[in-house]
């Protein structure tokens, strides 16, 4: 079974803090992703990794930055946390970016900003 | 571009049927269908191909319409473990999988 972890379930940061949300894929895959959930709003993407260092922004890129530096480990991080990033924040991987290729999700990090 | 899905949300009884639509302005490659239960991580169900069958997991299936770009997911006889969002990704010609904003669905006994 492939399993993706993420660092946290729960997290609680205060504004302009540097948060860093961490997850980690144990099934080889080429790609890991990072969405945010909010109610009303579905999954939208913050960033992609298709290869280790390589990236590319999603949907709603800004305040957010990624690093991958080992095909495995797929960091988010909040350089300077603000209230409207409180979100529930999942992690994803998948074998490679066909049509048919599955996501497999983490249990998600639901992270606080105050 | 977002896929949209209707309805919003739904309320059953169990043994009830439900169907819950998807729906893009694009041209689709393939559509994946997940559920997610409260406090859980999202979890395939299933994965419809252009010019694929339609598809069955346990009493749920999925139909492609390709001409609409539409995929409907309906689920029989409801059961309780039935109850979560379901939520529909689509794959165009970039081949990124693309989220609608879910389907809340409740089965009561």
């Known amino acids: 079974d492939v399993k993706v972890t993420q660092s946290s379930r729960y997290l609680v940061k205060r504004t302009g803090e540097k948060v860093f949300l961490e997850c980690v894929q144990d099934?080889?895959?080429?790609?890991m992703f990072w969405y945010r959930q909010d109610p009303g709003l579905g999954l939208r993407l913050i960033y992609f990794?298709?290869?280790?260092?390589?990236?590319e922004k999603g949907d709603i890129p800004e305040g957010y930055s990624v690093s991958r530096e080992k095909k495995e480990r797929f960091s988010l991080i909040l350089e300077s946390a603000s209230t409207n990033q409180t979100s529930m924040y999942l992690c994803?991987?998948?074998?490679?970016?066909?049509?048919?290729?599955?996501?497999?999700f983490g249990p998600g990090t639901r992270l606080t900003v105050l | 571009q977002q896929p949209v899905q209707s309805p919003q949300a739904v309320i059953l009884r169990e043994g009830e049927d439900a169907v819950i639509n998807c729906s893009s302005s694009k041209a689709l490659y393939s559509v994946h269908w997940y559920r997610q239960k409260h406090g859980e991580a999202p979890v395939f169900l299933m994965i419809?191909?252009?010019?694929?069958e339609q598809m069955r997991h346990e009493k749920i299936s999925a139909s492609f319409n390709e001409k609409k770009q539409q995929s409907s997911l309906y689920l029989t006889a409801s059961q309780l473990s039935y109850s979560g969002t379901y939520f529909c990704?689509?794959?165009?010609?970039?081949?990124?999988?693309?989220f609608g904003k879910g389907t809340l669905l409740t089965v009561n006994p």
């Open positions: 099934m080889d895959h080429e790609n």
């Open positions: 419809l191909l252009k010019g694929g």
């Open positions: 990704g689509t794959v165009g010609s970039n081949y990124k999988l693309t």
């Open positions: 990794s298709y290869d280790v260092k390589m990236k």
């Open positions: 994803a991987s998948s074998p490679l970016l066909r049509a048919t290729d599955t996501q497999y």
